[in-house]
């Protein structure tokens, strides 16, 4: 596992995330991906949405709007307490988060979650916790942010209305779970997914794409009977596991947090977290809701959101378990999880990122071994690119060629030589192996088809 600045250089360089508006200097904790890192996220995003839709027949996907009307936000109670404790330094005006600073202090020792505003600012007085960025002690009062971006919307002048960026996805699946069940004809229990684009205005440590103010997170909602919510709530903790197997994790690097402080209405809640370079952190939760978020909808919009169950004639409002992950922080963790720094026999080193096959940006990349083989190494291209994501490369050494692949994860270069003309055969040199064997042209697709299961 490489330390964030090591993996940041390589995603740079080799085209997975970019910072963000880097040529006008940037935009703090905002990034772009390039075209190896679309792939990737892209996939990892497929490989959710295949085990969370496409392989569970109870649950549904829906892609909701961004934009909300507001009133969600006050049924959500994000308008009134998503905020975060925050501090600024009265000598370098820099801002910072009572809890994150607390944290550090204290490396685990005591848990600003559990702690008022009070207790964090008695805290740090005492230990005289300092500024990170100058070092001074003198601090204001904590105040609480909202971490809501807004904006306003209207035609005219006097008549805009607020508006917020949503700050999580899963009210939109919230407020669509009588039109899924409905238009679906489902019963419960019952699931609803979405992937989108979240927002939060929150204050960012660094940390590469760890946390940031626009990111996307894949969710889902089973909605189930109360008697059974807390057997569907670890039926979910060990699907969320299961799922970062099977891309790939290693389970030593994965473990189940449990949080200390429970909302009102959750019966359960944890996290599973996962031993990024700085330390173990949140890669997801699973948060056993009650009927509370139905409930509050019904409450703020008047609509019934009752469930009327066609065995029982029983009516009620459903519970939730939640299910939530960051598509970006999963990426960098699956980044963080692949790279290695290898040592080969006779002391070469090279980089390499054993991606899973099924998540790896590109399968297979065709290497002409010299240029003059390229119009019979384009046709390999074209053949295979029909089925799955191929990059051609031409240029320097093999040697090079191979290294650049590893670098960039490809599980399989294709390498055309002169037998390849004469007998339509070429090399598969394994990434992680190295390994290499010789396969007919026509047999590729059905052999990388095999590699890249899962
Ligand atoms: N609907 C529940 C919810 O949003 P959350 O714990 O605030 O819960 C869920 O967020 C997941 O979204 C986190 O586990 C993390 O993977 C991701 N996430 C949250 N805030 C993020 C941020 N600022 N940057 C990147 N990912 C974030």
Redesign the pocket.
């Given at each position: 596992m490489g330390d964030f600045n090591k993996i940041a250089n390589l995603c740079k360089s080799r085209g997975f995330i970019f910072p963000g508006s880097e040529i006008y200097d940037g935009l703090a904790n905002t990034w772009d991906y390039g075209p190896v890192g679309v792939e990737l996220k892209n996939n990892i995003k497929r490989a959710w949405w295949k085990k969370f839709v496409q392989e569970a027949p109870a649950s549904y996907g829906v892609d909701a709007d961004i934009f909300m009307n507001s009133k969600v936000w006050d049924a959500s109670g994000h308008t009134a307490s998503f905020s975060d404790p925050k501090m600024d330094c009265k000598s370098c005006k820099t801002r910072h988060r009572a809890d994150n600073l607390i944290e550090v202090h204290a490396k685990g020792s005591v848990n600003p979650d559990l702690m008022s505003n009070e207790e964090m600012e008695q805290y740090i007085a005492e230990h005289k916790v300092c500024c990170p960025k100058c070092g001074r002690c003198d601090w204001t009062n904590i105040r609480n942010f909202n971490l809501m971006f807004s904006t306003s919307r209207g035609v005219t002048e006097e008549g805009q209305n607020l508006i917020y960026l949503r700050?999580?996805?899963?009210q939109g699946e919230f407020v669509n779970f009588l039109n899924v069940q409905r238009s679906m004809r489902a019963k419960v229990p019952f699931g609803i997914a979405q992937i989108g684009k979240?927002f939060?205005n929150?204050v960012?440590p660094g940390n590469f794409?760890?946390?940031?103010?626009e990111?996307e997170?894949m969710?889902h909602q089973w909605f189930c009977k109360a008697e059974n919510s807390l057997e569907d709530y670890e039926v979910y903790k060990k699907k969320a596991w299961d799922f970062l197997l099977s891309i790939g994790f290693n389970s030593e690097n994965l473990r189940y947090h449990d949080h200390d402080k429970l909302a009102h209405y959750a019966k359960a809640a944890c996290?599973i977290q996962y031993k990024y370079p700085i330390g173990w952190q949140?890669?997801?939760?699973i948060?056993h809701r009650g009927d509370w978020d139905l409930s509050r909808h019904q409450e703020y919009s008047g609509k019934s959101m009752l469930y009327l169950d066609p065995y029982t004639n029983e009516k009620y409002i459903p519970n939730v378990v939640?299910y939530?992950?960051?598509a970006?922080?999963?990426t960098l963790a699956v980044l963080c999880e692949a790279y290695e720094e290898e040592t080969l026999e006779g002391g070469d080193t090279r980089v390499v990122m054993h991606f899973h096959p099924a998540i790896a940006p590109y399968k297979v990349a065709v290497l002409p071994l010299q240029k003059n083989l390229s119009e019979k190494a384009l046709e390999v291209y074209t053949k295979l690119s029909k089925y799955f994501m191929v990059t051609y490369d031409e240029a320097g050494s093999i040697g090079k060629r191979y290294r650049r692949q590893d670098e960039i994860g490809t599980p399989m270069c294709v390498t055309i030589d002169f037998d390849t003309l004469e007998n339509n055969t070429v090399t598969i040199r394994d990434r992680d192996t190295m390994e290499q064997i010789r396969l007919s042209v026509d047999e590729l697709v059905n052999y990388v088809n095999q590699k890249i299961a899962y």
């Amino acid at each position: 596992m490489g330390d964030f600045n090591k993996i940041a250089n390589l995603c740079k360089s080799r085209g997975f995330i970019f910072p963000g508006s880097e040529i006008y200097d940037g935009l703090a904790n905002t990034w772009d991906y390039g075209p190896v890192g679309v792939e990737l996220k892209n996939n990892i995003k497929r490989a959710w949405w295949k085990k969370f839709v496409q392989e569970a027949p109870a649950s549904y996907g829906v892609d909701a709007d961004i934009f909300m009307n507001s009133k969600v936000w006050d049924a959500s109670g994000h308008t009134a307490s998503f905020s975060d404790p925050k501090m600024d330094c009265k000598s370098c005006k820099t801002r910072h988060r009572a809890d994150n600073l607390i944290e550090v202090h204290a490396k685990g020792s005591v848990n600003p979650d559990l702690m008022s505003n009070e207790e964090m600012e008695q805290y740090i007085a005492e230990h005289k916790v300092c500024c990170p960025k100058c070092g001074r002690c003198d601090w204001t009062n904590i105040r609480n942010f909202n971490l809501m971006f807004s904006t306003s919307r209207g035609v005219t002048e006097e008549g805009q209305n607020l508006i917020y960026l949503r700050p999580e996805t899963a009210q939109g699946e919230f407020v669509n779970f009588l039109n899924v069940q409905r238009s679906m004809r489902a019963k419960v229990p019952f699931g609803i997914a979405q992937i989108g684009k979240a927002f939060r205005n929150e204050v960012t440590p660094g940390n590469f794409t760890f946390r940031t103010i626009e990111f996307e997170q894949m969710e889902h909602q089973w909605f189930c009977k109360a008697e059974n919510s807390l057997e569907d709530y670890e039926v979910y903790k060990k699907k969320a596991w299961d799922f970062l197997l099977s891309i790939g994790f290693n389970s030593e690097n994965l473990r189940y947090h449990d949080h200390d402080k429970l909302a009102h209405y959750a019966k359960a809640a944890c996290d599973i977290q996962y031993k990024y370079p700085i330390g173990w952190q949140e890669l997801n939760g699973i948060h056993h809701r009650g009927d509370w978020d139905l409930s509050r909808h019904q409450e703020y919009s008047g609509k019934s959101m009752l469930y009327l169950d066609p065995y029982t004639n029983e009516k009620y409002i459903p519970n939730v378990v939640e299910y939530s992950i960051g598509a970006d922080r999963l990426t960098l963790a699956v980044l963080c999880e692949a790279y290695e720094e290898e040592t080969l026999e006779g002391g070469d080193t090279r980089v390499v990122m054993h991606f899973h096959p099924a998540i790896a940006p590109y399968k297979v990349a065709v290497l002409p071994l010299q240029k003059n083989l390229s119009e019979k190494a384009l046709e390999v291209y074209t053949k295979l690119s029909k089925y799955f994501m191929v990059t051609y490369d031409e240029a320097g050494s093999i040697g090079k060629r191979y290294r650049r692949q590893d670098e960039i994860g490809t599980p399989m270069c294709v390498t055309i030589d002169f037998d390849t003309l004469e007998n339509n055969t070429v090399t598969i040199r394994d990434r992680d192996t190295m390994e290499q064997i010789r396969l007919s042209v026509d047999e590729l697709v059905n052999y990388v088809n095999q590699k890249i299961a899962y």
